[in-house]
T-cell receptor, first 113, second 113 residues
């Protein structure tokens, strides 16, 4: 089975802190994704990566950056956390190819105080 | 523009009753379609997918979905709902660059005893 592991289930940080969310997949997937999930808004794509050191902006990249130094690891960075970034963050991965389903981690519920 | 609409934000059904969750999509070419389920506090799990061929697709947990090109729909069905089916359900469409999917806003399913 595919395993996508997010480093924390729950995280509480303060406004202005630099926050790192880590995601690791064990299936040698080429593609990795970061979403945020808010009630009534569904999943919104923040960033994605289709190869090591490659990254592409999604629909809501403002206030975030990402890092992919190794194929299995994709990190989401909140440069200076703000209260409006309180949300559920979901990481996903997939093989390259247009018909490949995405496999999700269990999510990180992040609260910014 | 590509989009996915799930018209029902919340549905309540009685245990043992049948279920249909609606999904309408807008996509310029032949779509790849997915249904995911999210149990409380968990990530998304793939229920089923449609790429081509038979328009009636079988998935896990007794779910099925039917692709209707003329109606741009991909509705999810289950003949008899169990209490454990209470969750949020997401429809998604692709393919897009880098394996991106477009997700609907989700339908929350409650099951009455």
């Amino acid at each position: 089975d595919v395993k996508v592991t997010q480093s924390s289930r729950y995280l509480v940080k303060r406004t202005g802190e630099k926050v790192f969310l880590e995601c690791v997949q064990d299936m040698d997937h080429e593609n990795m994704f970061w979403y945020r999930q808010d009630p009534g808004l569904g999943l919104r794509l923040i960033y994605f990566s289709y190869d090591v050191k490659m990254k592409e902006k999604g629909d809501i990249p403002e206030g975030y950056s990402v890092s992919r130094e190794k194929k299995e690891r994709f990190s989401l960075i909140l440069e200076s956390a703000s209260t409006n970034q309180t949300s559920m963050y979901l990481c996903a991965s997939s093989f390259a190819g247009l018909n490949q389903p995405q496999h999700f981690g269990d999510g990180t519920r992040l609260s910014i105080l | 523009a590509q989009s996915v609409t799930q018209p029902d934000i919340h549905i309540t059904v009685s245990e043992g009753a049948s279920l249909e969750l609606r999904c309408n999509y807008s996509y310029g070419a032949t779509p790849y379609l997915f249904w995911y389920v999210q149990s409380p506090g968990q990530g998304l799990q793939l229920l089923l997918k449609y790429f081509s061929g038979d328009t009636l697709v079988q998935g896990i947990k007794g779910f099925e979905a039917e692709f209707k090109r003329s109606q741009s729909s991909f509705n999810l069905r289950k003949p008899s709902v169990h209490w454990s089916d209470a969750a949020e359900y997401f429809c998604a469409v692709g393919p897009n660059q880098g394996g991106k999917l477009i997700f609907g806003q989700g339908t929350e399913l409650s099951v009455k005893p």
